[in-house]
Nanobody, 127 residues
Framework: QVQLVESGGGYVQAGGSLRLSCAAS????????MGWFRQAPGKEREFVAG????????YYADSMKGRFTISRDNAKNTVYLQMNSLRPEDTAVYYC????????????????????WGQGTQVTVSS
């Protein structure tokens, strides 16, 4: 059974940085694209960033471009999200998710295309 465990969330002041990690187990991690999503209170879940199975392609939501960087280490079965220049509106629970299709050549932004999800990690940015 696939398990995804996020870590690295916390409390930071605006302009600060955090690095989220997501450790995967249960199937061959290197075959699947990974995504980060977030959900703020009272809002719908939204796509943040994604990376293909090889790490060769990444994709970001517009508001994250230039501030967030997704990466992966297939040897460690881990995907990362480096978040810089954080803003209060980045406050949310952040989830990592694993693509349902192996070796997909592009990042998908729809949550329904991911079949495994972590439990989430809280990120709070104060103004």
């Amino acid at each position: 059974q696939v398990q995804l465990v996020e870590s690295g969330g916390g409390y930071v002041q605006a302009g600060g940085s955090l690095r989220l990690s997501c450790a995967a187990s249960g199937r061959t991690f290197s075959r699947y694209a990974m995504g980060w999503f977030r959900q703020a209170p009272g809002k719908e879940r939204e796509f943040v960033a994604g990376i293909t199975w090889s790490g060769g392609s990444t994709y970001y939501a517009d508001s994250m471009k230039g501030r967030f960087t997704i990466s992966r280490d297939n040897a460690k079965n881990t995907v990362y999200l480096q978040m810089n220049s954080l803003r209060p509106e980045d406050t949310a629970v952040y989830y990592c998710a694993e693509d349902s299709s192996a070796f997909r050549s592009r990042v998908v932004v729809t949550g329904g295309e991911y079949d495994y999800w972590g439990q989430g990690t809280q990120v709070t940015v104060s103004s």
